[in-house]
T-cell receptor
Framework: NAGVTQTPKFRVLKTGQSMTLLCAQD?????MYWYRQDPGMGLRLIHY???????AKGEVPDGYNVSRLKKQNFLLGLESAAPSQTSVYFC??????????FGPGTRLLVL | DAKTTQPNSMESNEEEPVHLPCNHS???????IHWYRQLPSQGPEYVIH???SNVNNRMASLAIAEDRKSSTLILHRATLRDAAVYYC??????????FGAGTRLFVKA
């Protein structure tokens, strides 16, 4: 039981490049979330999903897209990366609205 | 505003109890109070949650004020491994969990 895993662990992008971050969970959770965390700050919700095939916007959705084609996977896409998107990205999943289990994070640097 | 208010930092001695306060004065009747902690270079980790009654688990205890406008996370015996940022979160209706800056706990040996 790996819990929540994230790929890649670290990535450097140039401004304007695109990339996809992958989150996978093996706990059969319905709910999945993408957050970003900037230095010295708490986490901010980007997008979330309440089930396979559904997605919704969180607190800071601009510049990001998501897809949940399979229940166990939640993808976060950056179509045209900007330096302001330099951050640590955390994925989380939960079996209910009350508790979330987080992955180890992806560190993204946009030059 | 769904954010909670916590002290920026606290310090404790190893083996002593720690009481981490949180203010959520605008909480509504159906909002849960959650606590997560984040160790350096790791994702947040669930600690405990509650609605009205005090709660205990293997990691900590949660004491909720009778008017629910504040709560306290209690670590009964702090260890060096408990040094982390502790987030108190008001789980409002819907899924928009809002994290504040949290309390950075320092534990001295």
């Amino acid at each position: 039981n790996a819990g929540v895993t994230q790929t890649p662990k670290f990535r450097v992008l140039k401004t304007g490049q695109s990339m996809t971050l992958l989150c996978a969970q093996d706990m059969n959770h319905e709910y999945m979330y993408w957050y970003r965390q900037d230095p010295g700050m708490g986490l901010r919700l980007i997008h979330y999903s309440v089930g396979e095939g559904t997605t919704a916007k969180g607190e800071v959705p601009d510049g990001y897209n998501v897809s949940r084609l399979k229940k166990q996977n939640f993808l976060l896409g950056l179509e045209s990366a900007a330096p302001s998107q330099t951050s640590v990205y955390f994925c989380a999943s939960g079996g209910s609205r009350e508790t979330q289990y987080f992955g180890p994070g992806t560190r993204l640097l946009v030059l | 505003d769904a954010k909670t208010t916590q002290p920026n930092s606290m310090e404790s001695n190893e083996e002593e109890p720690v009481h981490l306060p949180c203010n959520h004065s605008t909480i509504s009747g159906t909002d849960y109070i959650h606590w997560y902690r984040q160790l350096p270079s790791q994702g947040p980790e669930y600690v405990i949650h509650g609605l009205t009654s005090n709660v205990n688990n293997r990691m900590a205890s949660l004491a909720i004020a009778e008017d629910r406008k504040s709560s306290t996370l209690i670590l009964h015996r702090a260890t060096l491994r408990d040094a982390a940022v502790y987030y108190c979160i008001r789980q409002a209706g819907g899924f928009k969990t809002i994290f504040g800056a949290g309390t950075r706990l320092f534990v001295k040996a």
